[in-house]
């Protein structure tokens, strides 16, 4: 589980103390059987109360198993943490607005120690909360449907598996060469 010095960071935009937080924080473990369950039964409730979730092995995420529409919603601060003894990952399955964000002032999501794979650009559903964000370039983490000009994905130590060297040019110089 989760120990205290990460639990701090990763609530960190969300609280100034975690010791004042922790009775109002809903913890929880999960693999790839029950996130999807998990979430649906927590996530969508609309509340600024974190849910923590520490992964115990890795999870993919599909839209088979997304409820009727394809799309999650969530509508509090929900924090994903992988393993520190060994890598854990999520696989998005190359799939984009899974993991809707757009419904409360209170919706958030912290990735912290995980291996993000199989991540796809976005497409035009995606256009409309881009707000300057590169459609092409999957790091955006397009999986999750948010507004771009807003702070709603926060990302500690995490590795991102990249599929181009354009991605890479963009991570290390800022930039995308369309003829990469």
Same mark, same amino acid.
């Given at each position: 589980m989760a120990d205290a010095g990460r639990l701090q960071r990763s609530l960190g935009p969300l609280v100034a103390s975690t010791a004042s937080v922790v009775?109002? !924080?809903h913890m929880a473990a999960a +693999?790839?059987?029950?996130?999807?369950?998990?979430l649906l039964t927590h996530a969508g409730t609309n509340t600024s109360q974190p849910l923590v979730i520490c992964l115990t092995?890795?999870?993919s995420l599909t839209?088979?198993?997304m409820p009727e529409g394809g799309v999650l919603h969530i509508n509090r601060p929900v924090i994903l943490m992988g393993s520190m003894q060994r890598p854990?990952?999520? +696989?998005?399955?190359?799939?984009?607005n899974m993991l809707d964000l757009t419904g409360g002032p209170h919706a958030h999501v912290t990735l912290d120690t995980l291996v993000l794979e199989n991540i796809a650009p976005g497409d035009a559903q995606s256009a409309a909360v881009a707000s300057g964000?590169?459609?092409s370039v999957n790091f955006f983490?397009?999986? &999750? =449907?948010? +507004? =771009?000009s807003q702070r709603q994905l926060v990302?500690? +130590?995490?590795? &991102? !598996? !990249?599929?181009?060297a354009a991605e890479i040019d963009h991570l290390v110089r800022g930039r995308v060469d369309s003829h990469a």
């Open positions: 009775a109002d !924080v +693999d790839s059987a029950s996130l999807v369950p998990l092995s890795n999870v839209r088979a198993d854990t990952s999520i +696989d998005f399955s190359n799939e984009v964000a590169g459609l983490v397009w999986a &999750l =449907r948010y +507004d =771009r990302m500690h +130590d995490c590795v &991102l !598996v !990249v599929h181009s």
